[in-house]
């Protein structure tokens, strides 16, 4: 029997799944069976061999995320693995090659459907897990960092969520852009750590700091404030950070991991002042809108990766059956870097 792709069937013996049925938290995955189905034109069916995680993945199990996709799902927005199968209509992609996908949802199952559109091929030195878990984040926050905030040689960046997933990948690319980087987060733990990886000589613990964030952030620059925020939290760090900006500066605004119920709002005088701008980031639209840019940033990166430049970390390795697990211990905040799903 062929079935609608993601549609459970208790005869089908194919392709392991962690489904989402109703929305609530990690609990409600359930490990089950689907049916391979085969690649449509333009499409690719592909054997996933890692599967990143990310805070989106959390929001659309809660049903808080703009997709919103019919039950039941996998969640799982970026993959890498290996082409099964080509569809009509797609050129460049041969079978067995090593890929990565980034479907929006649907990543955490053994096989998928992705369109080729949204797939590329991933350099000979980068393994399955570190592939599955580049996409979403290094195409974000290189975005963010060179597209959106045209961020300068010698500028100072603060990344709020620096041990994050996002946060992370900005404090990587900011180095390699030749930024000073202050990197803050809500643990000392997890800041030493990242610290440790990624090399960074200056953190700052929000938690601690309190009201003080924005008098430490200016007391490290001279009084002046950090040129770029680069904020995916939100909630009270972001109105602190309003306050300790440069003139001329950019305050990118990602996402709202600290609480995504109530988004912060800005008083636009303090943006008048400081002469500074609050600018959107929303990677996923900016890959449909400009995807030859995309993709350039992407040859950017990838050069990047060969040379040594970048260094993902994954903190937390998880097999399919608890990928629940991986979910919570992004909810947990334990995660330095990434966490990633193998299959
Ligand atoms: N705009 C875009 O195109 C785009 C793309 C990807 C992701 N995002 C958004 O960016 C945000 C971060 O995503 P991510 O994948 O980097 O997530 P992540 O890996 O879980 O990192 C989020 C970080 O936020 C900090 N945090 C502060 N308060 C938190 C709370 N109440 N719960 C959980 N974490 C909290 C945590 O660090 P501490 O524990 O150190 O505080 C954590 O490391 C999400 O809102 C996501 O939707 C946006």
New binding site residues.
């Given amino acids: 029997m062929t079935l609608k792709w993601g549609t459970p069937d208790d005869s089908a013996t194919g392709v392991k799944a962690l489904l989402c049925r109703e929305y609530g938290e990690p609990d409600v995955l359930a490990l089950e069976e689907i049916d391979s189905r085969s690649p449509g034109p333009g499409e690719l069916r592909m054997r996933v061999r890692a599967c990143g995680v ?3 993945d959390i ?1 659309m199990i809660r049903g808080q995320y703009q997709i919103k996709p019919d039950f039941p799902f996998a969640p799982g927005c970026e993959v890498a693995g290996e082409v099964l199968e080509i569809g009509s209509d797609v050129s460049g992609f041969t079978a067995g090659d090593r890929i990565v996908g980034v479907p929006g949802f649907g990543g955490m199952q053994e096989e998928i459907v992705v369109r080729a559109e949204r797939c590329l091929p991933i350099p000979k030195s980068m393994d399955f897990d570190v592939a599955a878990v580049f996409s ?2 290094y195409g ?1 926050s290189y975005h963010a960092l060179v597209d959106r905030a045209r961020l300068r040689c010698g500028e100072t960046v603060l990344v709020l ?1 620096a ?5 992370s990948a900005a404090v990587d690319i900011a180095q390699q852009l030749g930024a000073r980087v202050i990197a803050a ?3 000392d733990q ?1 800041l030493a750590q990242l610290a440790k990886f990624y090399g960074v000589e200056e953190t700052l613990n929000y938690s601690l700091e309190g009201s003080e964030l924005r008098n430490r952030v200016k007391s490290m620059t001279q009084g002046r404030g950090a040129d770029v925020i680069f904020d ?2 939100g ?1 009270d760090a972001f109105q602190q950070v309003l306050r300790c900006v440069n003139w001329n500066g950019r305050i990118l605004v ?5 609480d ?1 119920e109530h988004l912060p709002k800005a008083p636009t005088n303090l943006l008048l002042l400081k002469g500074s701008a609050l600018i959107g ?4 639209r900016f890959t449909e809108e400009e995807p030859e840019r995309s993709y350039d940033n992407f040859k950017q990166l990838f050069s990047w990766y060969e040379a040594g430049e970048l260094e993902p970390h994954i903190s937390h390795r998880f097999p399919l059956e608890r990928g629940g697990a991986a979910l919570t211990a ?2 947990d ?1 334990e ?1 330095v870097g990434k966490c990633v799903v193998l299959l």
Wanted: charge should be positive; hydrophobic fraction near 45%; charged fraction near 5%.
């Fill in positions: 990310n805070f989106p929001l979403l984040t974000t969520g041990a994050g997933g996002v946060g987060g809500g643990s997890k995916p939290i909630g990602i996402g709202f991991a600290a995504s980031v929303f990677w996923g992004l909810i905040r995660v």
